[in-house]
Protein backbone atom coordinates (compact mmCIF):
# COMPACT_ATOMS: atom_id res chain seq x y z
CA UNK A 1 0.00 0.00 0.00
CA UNK A 2 0.95 3.60 -0.63
CA UNK A 3 0.36 6.00 1.97
CA UNK A 4 -0.22 9.35 0.55
CA UNK A 5 -0.58 12.36 2.29
CA UNK A 6 1.30 14.75 0.08
CA UNK A 7 0.59 18.82 -0.44
CA UNK A 8 0.30 19.99 -3.84
CA UNK A 9 1.50 23.00 -5.86
CA UNK A 10 -1.19 25.89 -6.44
CA UNK A 11 -2.15 27.59 -9.35
CA UNK A 12 -2.85 31.09 -8.84
CA UNK A 13 -5.40 32.39 -11.54
CA UNK A 14 -5.41 35.84 -12.53
CA UNK A 15 -9.16 36.50 -12.59
CA UNK A 16 -8.98 40.07 -13.17
CA UNK A 17 -7.27 39.26 -16.42
CA UNK A 18 -9.94 36.79 -17.12
CA UNK A 19 -12.36 39.09 -16.54
CA UNK A 20 -11.15 41.65 -18.53
CA UNK A 21 -10.74 38.77 -21.86
CA UNK A 22 -14.33 38.04 -20.97
CA UNK A 23 -15.38 41.86 -21.51
CA UNK A 24 -12.97 42.06 -24.42
CA UNK A 25 -13.98 44.83 -27.00
CA UNK A 26 -16.66 43.39 -29.30
CA UNK A 27 -14.92 45.64 -32.43
CA UNK A 28 -11.49 45.12 -33.71
CA UNK A 29 -9.72 48.50 -35.54
CA UNK A 30 -8.94 47.91 -38.68
CA UNK A 31 -6.45 50.67 -41.13
CA UNK A 32 -9.15 51.43 -43.39
CA UNK A 33 -8.10 54.36 -46.22
CA UNK A 34 -8.53 58.43 -45.76
CA UNK A 35 -12.26 58.86 -46.31
CA UNK A 36 -13.47 62.51 -47.07
CA UNK A 37 -14.59 64.13 -43.89
CA UNK A 38 -18.40 64.60 -43.88
CA UNK A 39 -18.27 60.30 -44.65
CA UNK A 40 -16.08 60.18 -41.80
CA UNK A 41 -18.91 61.95 -39.40
CA UNK A 42 -21.06 59.65 -40.45
CA UNK A 43 -19.12 56.56 -39.94
CA UNK A 44 -18.27 58.07 -36.42
CA UNK A 45 -21.93 58.55 -35.47
CA UNK A 46 -22.67 55.01 -37.07
CA UNK A 47 -20.22 53.69 -34.38
CA UNK A 48 -21.23 55.63 -31.43
CA UNK A 49 -24.65 54.45 -32.03
CA UNK A 50 -24.23 50.99 -32.57
CA UNK A 51 -22.14 50.83 -28.91
CA UNK A 52 -24.64 52.35 -27.11
CA UNK A 53 -27.52 50.08 -28.90
CA UNK A 54 -25.49 47.21 -27.90
CA UNK A 55 -24.50 48.37 -24.53
CA UNK A 56 -28.36 48.76 -23.98
CA UNK A 57 -29.18 45.30 -25.16
CA UNK A 58 -26.75 43.57 -22.69
CA UNK A 59 -27.97 45.48 -19.46
CA UNK A 60 -32.19 44.31 -21.04
CA UNK A 61 -30.92 40.94 -21.27
CA UNK A 62 -28.84 41.09 -17.92
CA UNK A 63 -31.80 42.73 -15.74
CA UNK A 64 -34.47 40.04 -17.59
CA UNK A 65 -31.96 37.30 -16.31
CA UNK A 66 -31.99 38.58 -12.90
CA UNK A 67 -35.52 39.04 -13.16
CA UNK A 68 -36.07 35.51 -14.08
CA UNK A 69 -34.21 34.07 -11.42
CA UNK A 70 -35.52 35.82 -8.74
CA UNK A 71 -39.00 34.52 -9.65
CA UNK A 72 -37.97 31.18 -9.28
CA UNK A 73 -37.74 31.51 -5.38
CA UNK A 74 -38.25 33.98 -2.47
CA UNK A 75 -34.83 33.13 -1.11
CA UNK A 76 -31.90 34.78 -1.67
CA UNK A 77 -28.89 33.27 -3.63
CA UNK A 78 -25.46 33.11 -2.24
CA UNK A 79 -22.80 34.37 -3.33
CA UNK A 80 -20.07 32.73 -5.94
CA UNK A 81 -16.46 33.33 -5.08
CA UNK A 82 -14.29 32.81 -8.27
CA UNK A 83 -10.32 32.59 -7.26
CA UNK A 84 -8.87 33.01 -4.38
CA UNK A 85 -7.47 36.09 -1.81
CA UNK A 86 -3.72 35.10 -1.51
CA UNK A 87 -1.73 32.48 -2.13
CA UNK A 88 1.32 30.56 -0.05
CA UNK A 89 3.85 28.52 -1.81
CA UNK A 90 6.56 26.49 -0.40
CA UNK A 91 5.66 23.46 1.11
CA UNK A 92 7.12 20.45 0.90
CA UNK A 93 6.24 17.45 2.18
CA UNK A 94 8.32 14.14 1.50
CA UNK A 95 6.14 10.50 0.95
CA UNK A 96 8.23 7.61 -0.17
CA UNK A 97 11.14 8.64 -2.26
CA UNK A 98 9.16 11.32 -3.55
CA UNK A 99 9.59 14.93 -2.76
CA UNK A 100 5.74 16.47 -2.91
CA UNK A 101 5.85 20.07 -2.85
CA UNK A 102 2.63 22.31 -2.55
CA UNK A 103 1.28 25.72 -1.28
CA UNK A 104 -2.29 26.96 0.08
CA UNK A 105 -4.78 29.52 -0.84
CA UNK A 106 -7.29 31.11 0.80
CA UNK A 107 -10.92 31.49 -0.20
CA UNK A 108 -12.60 33.82 2.13
CA UNK A 109 -12.62 31.62 5.52
CA UNK A 110 -10.98 28.53 4.22
CA UNK A 111 -7.89 27.53 4.01
CA UNK A 112 -6.97 25.16 1.08
CA UNK A 113 -4.25 22.79 0.25
CA UNK A 114 -2.53 21.66 -2.38
CA UNK A 115 -0.14 18.71 -3.68
CA UNK A 116 1.19 18.10 -7.05
CA UNK A 117 3.00 14.74 -7.65
CA UNK A 118 6.36 16.11 -9.36
CA UNK A 119 6.71 12.93 -11.38
CA UNK A 120 3.55 12.56 -13.15
CA UNK A 121 0.72 14.02 -14.25
CA UNK A 122 -2.92 13.77 -15.16
CA UNK A 123 -3.12 12.57 -18.75
CA UNK A 124 -6.60 12.38 -19.60
CA UNK A 125 -7.75 9.69 -21.82
CA UNK A 126 -10.11 10.96 -24.53
CA UNK A 127 -10.29 7.62 -26.45
CA UNK A 128 -12.57 6.80 -23.19
CA UNK A 129 -15.46 9.23 -24.73
CA UNK A 130 -18.25 9.49 -22.13
CA UNK A 131 -17.48 6.06 -20.41
CA UNK A 132 -17.49 6.55 -16.86
CA UNK A 133 -18.92 10.14 -16.56
CA UNK A 134 -20.69 10.91 -13.67
CA UNK A 135 -23.63 13.42 -14.03
CA UNK A 136 -25.39 11.85 -10.85
CA UNK A 137 -24.92 9.56 -8.05
CA UNK A 138 -23.55 6.49 -9.35
CA UNK A 139 -23.00 7.60 -12.83
CA UNK A 140 -26.74 7.26 -13.82
CA UNK A 141 -30.26 6.74 -13.16
CA UNK A 142 -29.86 2.85 -12.32
CA UNK A 143 -27.11 3.77 -9.90
CA UNK A 144 -24.96 1.06 -11.32
CA UNK A 145 -21.28 2.45 -11.93
CA UNK A 146 -19.92 0.19 -14.51
CA UNK A 147 -16.60 1.58 -16.50
CA UNK A 148 -16.04 -0.87 -19.56
CA UNK A 149 -12.28 -0.37 -19.74
CA UNK A 150 -9.48 -1.86 -18.10
CA UNK A 151 -7.51 -0.67 -16.02
CA UNK A 152 -3.94 -1.62 -13.11
CA UNK A 153 -3.64 -2.83 -10.18
CA UNK A 154 -4.66 -0.37 -7.34
CA UNK A 155 -3.52 -0.70 -4.40
CA UNK A 156 -3.16 2.67 -2.39
CA UNK A 157 -4.22 4.12 1.24
CA UNK A 158 -5.18 7.54 1.30
CA UNK A 159 -4.98 7.75 5.56
CA UNK A 160 -8.15 9.33 5.67
CA UNK A 161 -12.19 8.19 5.88
CA UNK A 162 -13.46 7.43 2.38
CA UNK A 163 -17.31 7.11 2.51
CA UNK A 164 -18.22 7.97 -0.89
CA UNK A 165 -17.92 5.93 -4.20
CA UNK A 166 -15.00 7.38 -6.41
CA UNK A 167 -15.39 8.72 -10.27
CA UNK A 168 -13.31 6.60 -12.98
CA UNK A 169 -12.98 9.26 -15.57
CA UNK A 170 -11.14 9.25 -19.19
CA UNK A 171 -8.51 7.23 -17.20
CA UNK A 172 -8.28 8.73 -14.25
CA UNK A 173 -9.74 7.82 -10.15
CA UNK A 174 -10.96 10.53 -8.65
CA UNK A 175 -11.61 9.85 -4.79
CA UNK A 176 -12.98 12.47 -2.27
CA UNK A 177 -12.23 11.94 1.59
CA UNK A 178 -13.79 12.94 4.96
CA UNK A 179 -11.13 13.53 7.60
CA UNK A 180 -10.03 10.30 10.04
CA UNK A 181 -12.24 7.79 11.28
CA UNK A 182 -12.50 7.57 14.96
CA UNK A 183 -14.66 5.15 17.24
CA UNK A 184 -16.04 6.85 20.12
CA UNK A 185 -18.07 4.18 22.18
CA UNK A 186 -18.23 2.34 19.03
CA UNK A 187 -21.29 4.16 18.03
CA UNK A 188 -20.08 7.57 16.98
CA UNK A 189 -17.58 8.90 14.81
CA UNK A 190 -16.23 12.69 13.89
CA UNK A 191 -14.95 13.86 9.89
CA UNK A 192 -13.21 16.84 10.30
CA UNK A 193 -11.52 17.76 7.57
CA UNK A 194 -11.89 16.20 3.41
CA UNK A 195 -9.82 16.15 0.28
CA UNK A 196 -10.02 15.13 -3.20
CA UNK A 197 -7.22 13.18 -4.91
CA UNK A 198 -6.44 12.14 -8.38
CA UNK A 199 -5.18 8.44 -8.90
CA UNK A 200 -3.87 7.06 -11.54
CA UNK A 201 -5.20 3.34 -12.25
CA UNK A 202 -2.56 2.05 -13.80
CA UNK A 203 0.88 3.61 -12.54
CA UNK A 204 -0.83 3.11 -8.98
CA UNK A 205 0.21 6.40 -8.06
CA UNK A 206 -1.43 9.81 -6.66
CA UNK A 207 -1.30 12.70 -9.28
CA UNK A 208 -2.82 15.50 -6.65
CA UNK A 209 -4.92 15.62 -3.57
CA UNK A 210 -6.35 19.39 -2.61
CA UNK A 211 -7.34 19.45 0.91
CA UNK A 212 -10.64 21.58 2.11
CA UNK A 213 -11.55 22.46 5.47
CA UNK A 214 -14.56 20.17 5.62
CA UNK A 215 -15.72 16.78 5.39
CA UNK A 216 -16.46 15.23 1.64
CA UNK A 217 -18.61 12.37 1.38
CA UNK A 218 -20.41 12.68 -1.80
CA UNK A 219 -19.24 11.07 -5.24
CA UNK A 220 -17.17 13.25 -7.62
CA UNK A 221 -19.38 15.01 -10.73
CA UNK A 222 -17.42 15.24 -13.72
CA UNK A 223 -18.29 18.26 -16.04
CA UNK A 224 -15.85 18.44 -19.10
CA UNK A 225 -12.35 19.80 -16.91
CA UNK A 226 -14.32 19.88 -14.03
CA UNK A 227 -14.62 17.97 -10.78
CA UNK A 228 -17.75 19.52 -8.76
CA UNK A 229 -18.15 18.18 -4.76
CA UNK A 230 -20.10 19.31 -1.81
CA UNK A 231 -18.96 19.66 1.48
CA UNK A 232 -20.48 19.15 4.41
CA UNK A 233 -20.80 19.67 8.10
CA UNK A 234 -17.37 19.91 9.93
CA UNK A 235 -18.31 17.53 12.68
CA UNK A 236 -20.91 14.72 13.31
CA UNK A 237 -21.71 12.59 15.91
CA UNK A 238 -24.98 10.55 15.53
CA UNK A 239 -27.74 10.41 16.47
CA UNK A 240 -27.52 14.13 14.30
CA UNK A 241 -25.96 16.86 16.21
CA UNK A 242 -27.43 19.93 14.62
CA UNK A 243 -26.05 22.55 16.09
CA UNK A 244 -22.71 21.28 14.67
CA UNK A 245 -24.22 22.41 11.06
CA UNK A 246 -24.23 25.45 9.60
CA UNK A 247 -20.46 26.04 9.71
CA UNK A 248 -18.15 28.50 7.41
CA UNK A 249 -16.89 25.58 6.09
CA UNK A 250 -19.72 24.26 4.56
CA UNK A 251 -20.01 25.06 0.58
CA UNK A 252 -20.17 23.66 -3.23
CA UNK A 253 -17.27 23.96 -5.23
CA UNK A 254 -15.49 22.92 -8.27
CA UNK A 255 -11.87 21.90 -9.14
CA UNK A 256 -9.83 21.95 -12.20
CA UNK A 257 -9.54 18.62 -13.38
CA UNK A 258 -5.93 18.89 -14.21
CA UNK A 259 -4.57 19.68 -11.44
CA UNK A 260 -6.74 19.59 -8.68
CA UNK A 261 -7.27 23.83 -7.93
CA UNK A 262 -10.53 25.50 -6.93
CA UNK A 263 -12.16 27.10 -10.03
CA UNK A 264 -15.45 28.54 -8.23
CA UNK A 265 -17.15 28.31 -4.96
CA UNK A 266 -19.94 28.84 -2.97
CA UNK A 267 -19.47 28.85 0.58
CA UNK A 268 -23.35 29.68 2.26
CA UNK A 269 -23.09 28.00 5.95
CA UNK A 270 -25.13 24.93 4.80
CA UNK A 271 -24.15 21.69 4.53
CA UNK A 272 -23.64 20.41 0.63
CA UNK A 273 -23.41 16.27 1.81
CA UNK A 274 -25.38 14.68 -0.89
CA UNK A 275 -23.88 14.26 -4.13
CA UNK A 276 -25.12 17.18 -6.91
CA UNK A 277 -26.38 15.94 -10.42
CA UNK A 278 -25.83 17.59 -13.64
CA UNK A 279 -27.98 18.02 -16.59
CA UNK A 280 -27.80 20.78 -19.00
CA UNK A 281 -25.24 23.09 -18.22
CA UNK A 282 -26.61 23.66 -14.33
CA UNK A 283 -25.75 21.54 -11.32
CA UNK A 284 -28.39 20.57 -8.80
CA UNK A 285 -27.16 20.44 -5.08
CA UNK A 286 -29.68 20.22 -2.44
CA UNK A 287 -28.48 21.11 1.55
CA UNK A 288 -30.32 22.57 4.37
CA UNK A 289 -33.46 23.86 3.39
CA UNK A 290 -32.68 24.30 -0.22
CA UNK A 291 -31.70 23.39 -3.15
CA UNK A 292 -29.28 25.70 -5.69
CA UNK A 293 -29.24 25.08 -8.96
CA UNK A 294 -25.73 26.88 -10.27
CA UNK A 295 -24.32 27.39 -13.77
CA UNK A 296 -21.69 24.27 -13.83
CA UNK A 297 -19.44 26.69 -15.89
CA UNK A 298 -19.22 29.54 -13.93
CA UNK A 299 -20.99 28.64 -10.28
CA UNK A 300 -23.76 31.35 -10.67
CA UNK A 301 -26.67 30.55 -8.84
CA UNK A 302 -29.95 30.82 -10.90
CA UNK A 303 -32.29 29.08 -8.89
CA UNK A 304 -32.82 28.99 -4.86
CA UNK A 305 -35.61 26.25 -4.40
CA UNK A 306 -36.95 25.95 -1.38
CA UNK A 307 -38.10 23.34 0.42
CA UNK A 308 -37.98 24.42 4.05
CA UNK A 309 -37.04 20.90 5.43
CA UNK A 310 -33.42 20.93 7.03
CA UNK A 311 -31.37 17.21 6.59
CA UNK A 312 -31.32 16.04 3.54
CA UNK A 313 -28.44 13.20 2.49
CA UNK A 314 -30.71 12.28 -0.81
CA UNK A 315 -28.40 13.04 -3.94
CA UNK A 316 -30.56 14.05 -6.72
CA UNK A 317 -31.47 11.65 -9.40
CA UNK A 318 -32.33 13.61 -12.45
CA UNK A 319 -34.40 12.27 -15.47
CA UNK A 320 -35.02 14.80 -18.53
CA UNK A 321 -34.33 17.87 -16.16
CA UNK A 322 -36.43 17.14 -13.34
CA UNK A 323 -34.76 16.49 -10.22
CA UNK A 324 -36.07 14.25 -7.65
CA UNK A 325 -35.08 13.51 -4.14
CA UNK A 326 -36.05 13.41 -0.55
CA UNK A 327 -35.66 15.63 2.50
CA UNK A 328 -37.04 15.47 6.25
CA UNK A 329 -37.01 17.14 9.66
CA UNK A 330 -33.83 17.82 11.87
CA UNK A 331 -35.30 15.73 14.70
CA UNK A 332 -36.48 12.45 12.76
CA UNK A 333 -34.61 10.33 14.86
CA UNK A 334 -35.52 11.35 18.39
CA UNK A 335 -39.47 11.95 17.93
CA UNK A 336 -42.69 11.03 16.16
CA UNK A 337 -42.86 12.75 12.79
CA UNK A 338 -45.59 14.70 11.72
CA UNK A 339 -47.16 15.12 8.07
CA UNK A 340 -44.65 17.39 6.01
CA UNK A 341 -41.36 16.30 7.97
CA UNK A 342 -40.71 13.86 5.50
CA UNK A 343 -41.40 14.88 1.65
CA UNK A 344 -40.27 13.71 -1.73
CA UNK A 345 -39.57 16.65 -4.33
CA UNK A 346 -39.29 17.02 -8.41
CA UNK A 347 -38.10 20.12 -9.50
CA UNK A 348 -37.57 21.49 -12.95
CA UNK A 349 -34.13 22.07 -12.86
CA UNK A 350 -34.26 24.96 -16.01
CA UNK A 351 -37.13 26.94 -13.64
CA UNK A 352 -36.22 25.73 -10.67
CA UNK A 353 -40.10 25.62 -9.64
CA UNK A 354 -41.50 22.39 -8.03
CA UNK A 355 -43.18 19.73 -10.20
CA UNK A 356 -45.07 18.15 -7.52
CA UNK A 357 -44.11 17.29 -4.09
CA UNK A 358 -45.66 14.27 -1.87
CA UNK A 359 -45.00 13.90 2.13
CA UNK A 360 -45.17 10.57 3.81
CA UNK A 361 -46.85 10.97 7.05
CA UNK A 362 -45.46 7.38 8.34
CA UNK A 363 -41.85 7.95 7.32
CA UNK A 364 -39.49 8.13 10.82
CA UNK A 365 -35.83 8.39 8.48
CA UNK A 366 -34.67 7.42 5.42
CA UNK A 367 -36.21 9.67 2.87
CA UNK A 368 -33.91 12.07 3.23
CA UNK A 369 -30.94 9.62 2.39
CA UNK A 370 -31.78 7.70 -0.27
CA UNK A 371 -31.36 8.26 -3.69
CA UNK A 372 -34.42 7.00 -5.77
CA UNK A 373 -34.28 5.13 -9.05
CA UNK A 374 -36.46 5.64 -12.10
CA UNK A 375 -37.82 2.75 -14.44
CA UNK A 376 -40.36 3.24 -17.68
CA UNK A 377 -42.26 6.48 -15.72
CA UNK A 378 -42.05 4.99 -11.96
CA UNK A 379 -39.64 6.65 -9.56
CA UNK A 380 -38.53 4.17 -6.78
CA UNK A 381 -37.71 5.43 -3.60
CA UNK A 382 -38.05 4.32 0.39
CA UNK A 383 -38.14 5.83 4.02
CA UNK A 384 -38.59 3.91 7.48
CA UNK A 385 -41.31 2.77 9.19
CA UNK A 386 -41.87 5.63 11.98
CA UNK A 387 -42.72 3.46 14.83
CA UNK A 388 -40.00 0.85 13.93
CA UNK A 389 -37.31 2.95 12.46
CA UNK A 390 -35.58 -0.26 11.57
CA UNK A 391 -38.38 -1.60 8.73
CA UNK A 392 -38.08 -0.03 5.16
CA UNK A 393 -40.61 0.69 3.09
CA UNK A 394 -40.03 1.16 -0.17
CA UNK A 395 -42.98 2.47 -2.75
CA UNK A 396 -43.14 3.52 -6.62
CA UNK A 397 -44.41 6.80 -7.25
CA UNK A 398 -45.80 8.13 -10.90
CA UNK A 399 -42.96 10.35 -12.07
CA UNK A 400 -44.91 12.90 -13.90
CA UNK A 401 -48.12 12.99 -10.98
CA UNK A 402 -46.22 12.13 -7.83
CA UNK A 403 -49.24 9.36 -7.26
CA UNK A 404 -47.91 6.14 -5.31
CA UNK A 405 -48.68 3.39 -7.73
CA UNK A 406 -47.16 0.55 -5.44
CA UNK A 407 -45.49 0.04 -1.66
CA UNK A 408 -43.93 -3.02 -0.30
CA UNK A 409 -44.02 -2.40 3.58
CA UNK A 410 -41.72 -5.00 5.64
CA UNK A 411 -42.62 -4.12 9.07
CA UNK A 412 -42.50 -6.99 11.80
CA UNK A 413 -46.44 -7.17 11.73
CA UNK A 414 -46.18 -7.47 7.82
CA UNK A 415 -42.99 -9.71 6.37
CA UNK A 416 -44.17 -10.93 3.34
CA UNK A 417 -40.48 -12.45 2.03
CA UNK A 418 -38.54 -15.33 2.98
CA UNK A 419 -35.56 -13.85 3.98
CA UNK A 420 -32.20 -15.87 2.67
CA UNK A 421 -29.38 -16.36 5.28
CA UNK A 422 -25.48 -16.11 4.65
CA UNK A 423 -23.03 -18.66 6.16
CA UNK A 424 -22.72 -18.74 9.49
CA UNK A 425 -18.89 -18.56 9.46
CA UNK A 426 -18.69 -14.99 7.62
CA UNK A 427 -17.93 -12.45 10.14
CA UNK A 428 -16.30 -8.80 8.92
CA UNK A 429 -15.04 -5.99 11.24
CA UNK A 430 -17.31 -5.24 14.74
CA UNK A 431 -19.06 -1.70 13.71
CA UNK A 432 -22.75 -0.07 14.81
CA UNK A 433 -23.99 2.99 13.49
CA UNK A 434 -26.94 4.08 15.43
CA UNK A 435 -28.82 5.86 12.87
CA UNK A 436 -31.19 4.68 10.86
CA UNK A 437 -30.95 5.05 7.44
CA UNK A 438 -31.50 3.19 3.95
CA UNK A 439 -29.23 2.35 1.00
CA UNK A 440 -29.54 4.15 -2.50
CA UNK A 441 -31.84 2.13 -5.02
CA UNK A 442 -30.35 0.26 -7.63
CA UNK A 443 -31.98 -0.81 -11.00
CA UNK A 444 -31.10 -3.98 -13.13
CA UNK A 445 -33.82 -5.60 -15.62
CA UNK A 446 -36.60 -4.42 -14.12
CA UNK A 447 -36.05 -4.78 -10.85
CA UNK A 448 -34.91 -2.84 -7.84
CA UNK A 449 -32.73 -3.61 -4.86
CA UNK A 450 -32.48 -1.57 -1.75
CA UNK A 451 -31.14 -2.43 1.53
CA UNK A 452 -30.93 -0.82 5.58
CA UNK A 453 -28.73 -0.93 7.78
CA UNK A 454 -30.75 -1.44 10.59
CA UNK A 455 -32.81 -4.51 9.28
CA UNK A 456 -29.86 -5.64 7.23
CA UNK A 457 -31.93 -6.99 4.61
CA UNK A 458 -31.01 -6.15 0.87
CA UNK A 459 -34.56 -6.71 -1.42
CA UNK A 460 -35.43 -7.50 -4.48
CA UNK A 461 -38.62 -5.73 -5.95
CA UNK A 462 -40.52 -6.11 -9.53
CA UNK A 463 -40.12 -2.29 -10.43
CA UNK A 464 -43.35 -2.10 -12.54
CA UNK A 465 -45.62 -3.77 -10.05
CA UNK A 466 -44.01 -3.57 -6.54
CA UNK A 467 -43.45 -7.92 -6.52
CA UNK A 468 -41.10 -8.76 -4.05
CA UNK A 469 -39.11 -11.57 -5.44
CA UNK A 470 -36.77 -12.04 -2.98
CA UNK A 471 -34.88 -10.52 0.19
CA UNK A 472 -30.78 -11.94 1.33
CA UNK A 473 -29.89 -11.05 4.73
CA UNK A 474 -26.20 -8.96 4.53
CA UNK A 475 -26.53 -7.38 8.07
CA UNK A 476 -25.57 -3.88 8.33
CA UNK A 477 -25.83 -2.19 5.43
CA UNK A 478 -25.33 1.52 2.99
CA UNK A 479 -24.08 0.84 0.46
CA UNK A 480 -26.03 -0.45 -2.67
CA UNK A 481 -25.26 -2.99 -5.16
CA UNK A 482 -23.83 -3.37 -7.90
CA UNK A 483 -24.50 -5.12 -10.77
CA UNK A 484 -23.03 -6.51 -14.04
CA UNK A 485 -23.84 -9.91 -16.13
CA UNK A 486 -26.19 -11.13 -13.80
CA UNK A 487 -23.61 -11.16 -11.02
CA UNK A 488 -24.73 -8.55 -7.43
CA UNK A 489 -21.74 -7.30 -5.15
CA UNK A 490 -22.51 -5.95 -2.37
CA UNK A 491 -20.13 -4.94 1.02
CA UNK A 492 -22.14 -4.21 4.00
CA UNK A 493 -20.72 -2.02 6.63
CA UNK A 494 -18.19 -4.95 8.84
CA UNK A 495 -16.52 -4.90 5.42
CA UNK A 496 -17.78 -8.31 4.08
CA UNK A 497 -18.29 -8.51 0.89
CA UNK A 498 -21.58 -10.70 -0.71
CA UNK A 499 -21.76 -11.92 -4.79
CA UNK A 500 -25.18 -12.82 -5.57
CA UNK A 501 -27.09 -13.81 -8.55
CA UNK A 502 -28.90 -11.17 -9.01
CA UNK A 503 -31.88 -12.88 -10.53
CA UNK A 504 -32.67 -15.32 -7.55
CA UNK A 505 -30.36 -14.22 -4.72
CA UNK A 506 -28.80 -17.68 -4.36
CA UNK A 507 -25.26 -16.88 -2.65
CA UNK A 508 -22.00 -16.90 -5.11
CA UNK A 509 -19.45 -15.96 -2.68
CA UNK A 510 -19.07 -14.09 0.77
CA UNK A 511 -15.92 -13.12 1.60
CA UNK A 512 -14.54 -10.56 4.39
CA UNK A 513 -12.50 -8.32 2.49
CA UNK A 514 -11.27 -5.91 5.52
CA UNK A 515 -12.80 -2.99 4.48
CA UNK A 516 -15.20 -1.28 6.64
CA UNK A 517 -18.03 0.29 4.16
CA UNK A 518 -20.64 3.02 4.40
CA UNK A 519 -22.31 4.13 0.97
CA UNK A 520 -19.27 3.73 -1.02
CA UNK A 521 -20.69 1.49 -3.53
CA UNK A 522 -18.35 -0.91 -5.97
CA UNK A 523 -16.97 -0.04 -9.34
CA UNK A 524 -16.97 -2.36 -12.03
CA UNK A 525 -14.62 -1.95 -14.42
CA UNK A 526 -13.76 -4.67 -17.34
CA UNK A 527 -11.24 -6.68 -15.30
CA UNK A 528 -11.78 -5.90 -11.69
CA UNK A 529 -14.26 -4.53 -8.82
CA UNK A 530 -12.49 -1.42 -7.22
CA UNK A 531 -13.23 -1.05 -3.34
CA UNK A 532 -13.05 2.07 -1.10
CA UNK A 533 -13.62 1.98 2.60
CA UNK A 534 -13.56 3.70 5.80
CA UNK A 535 -9.67 3.44 6.33
CA UNK A 536 -9.19 5.25 3.09
CA UNK A 537 -7.75 1.76 1.27
CA UNK A 538 -8.48 2.08 -2.32
CA UNK A 539 -8.10 -1.42 -4.25
CA UNK A 540 -9.10 -3.65 -7.17
CA UNK A 541 -10.12 -7.09 -6.87
CA UNK A 542 -9.35 -9.25 -9.88
CA UNK A 543 -13.02 -9.87 -11.30
CA UNK A 544 -12.49 -13.61 -12.09
CA UNK A 545 -11.45 -13.87 -8.55
CA UNK A 546 -14.65 -13.05 -7.05
CA UNK A 547 -16.80 -14.63 -9.87
CA UNK A 548 -15.17 -18.36 -10.05
Not at 14 to 42: D, E, G, H, V, W
Not at 398 to 406: D, S
Not at 461 to 473: D, E, M, R, V
Amino acid sequence: MQNVNAKLQNAYYNYNNNIYTKRRCLMKRSRRRAAPQTNMFYIIALVIFGIAALFSFLSYTSSLHSSNSTQASTVSPPTTTVGSNSTTSGITTTTGNTSFSGSTQIIGNWTITYYENPLYKVVLNQSWGDNGTVHQYDGGINHRYIVNESIGNVNITLNDTITGPPTLYKGILFVTTAGPFKYQNSAEYIFTHGSVAAIDPYKNVVLWRTHLPNQIIGQPVTVGNLIIVGMGNNEEIPPQNFSKYNNANDGLFALNITNGHVVWSIRDGTPFMPTPAYYDGYIIAPNMNTALIVNATTGNVVHVVDTGLPDTMSSPLVVNGIAYFGAGTDNAYTSAPINGSFTFYAVNMLTGNFVWTKSFINAGAGLNDVVATYYKGIIVTGYLWHSEYTNPVIVGLNATTGKQIWMVNETPENKIIKIIEPPANITGHSFFLTEPTMSAVTLWHGNVYADSNFEGNLYCINATTGKPLWAFNTGQTESNPNIKDGYLYIVNDPGVLYVLNATTGALIKAEYIGMGHLSNEEVITKNSVLFTNLNGTVETIPINDLIH
